[in-house]
């Protein structure tokens, strides 16, 4: 009997070690069946995901929990993604933001750290996403060590 409490306790800690090394992304966008996709996308490949219909909520969301990344589809809501995005990199500036964009034809936003087609595959919305998580805690590694 306490051979298997034991293993269940191993079990457990590994479980928790595992989500507490997840890393957590937040995804914006308006359009609610693209952003149920791009979850289930994001799960699958080992993220947690949090989701916003909007960029107020994407905004409340941002400050109040603990976030990697965000991807921000590009739309014209309530406010327009580029306020969304300055907003969130004046809160937390080392948080890396990967736009998406549809059809349409966008100047480049400076604050944000990828642009990319959201019609794209998903494999590069994951390699780009990788990218910058990785990018990030490099350099934020970097600036603790240093």
Do not use: W
């Not at 409490?5 to 693209?34: F, M, R």
């Not at 219909?53 to 309530?78: K, T, Y």
């Amino acid at each position: 009997m306490a051979g298997s409490d034991s293993a269940a306790i191993c079990e457990i800690k590994l479980n928790y070690e595992k989500v507490k090394s997840q890393k957590t992304v937040l995804c914006i966008d308006d359009q609610a069946l693209p952003l149920l996709i791009r979850k289930i996308l994001l799960v699958h490949a080992g993220y947690v995901v949090l989701t916003a219909e909007d960029g107020l909520a994407g905004l409340q969301l941002f400050g109040s929990e603990e976030v990697h990344a965000v991807v921000l589809h590009h739309s014209q809501g309530e406010i327009g993604c580029g306020v969304v995005a300055a907003r969130m990199k004046h809160l937390k500036p080392e948080t890396p933001i990967i736009m998406l964009l549809g059809t349409e034809s966008v100047d480049a936003v400076p604050v944000v750290d990828a642009l990319m087609r959201r019609l794209e595959s998903p494999n590069i919305l994951l390699a780009k996403l990788s990218e910058v998580i990785d990018r990030n805690h490099f350099s934020v590694g970097q600036t603790t060590k240093g």
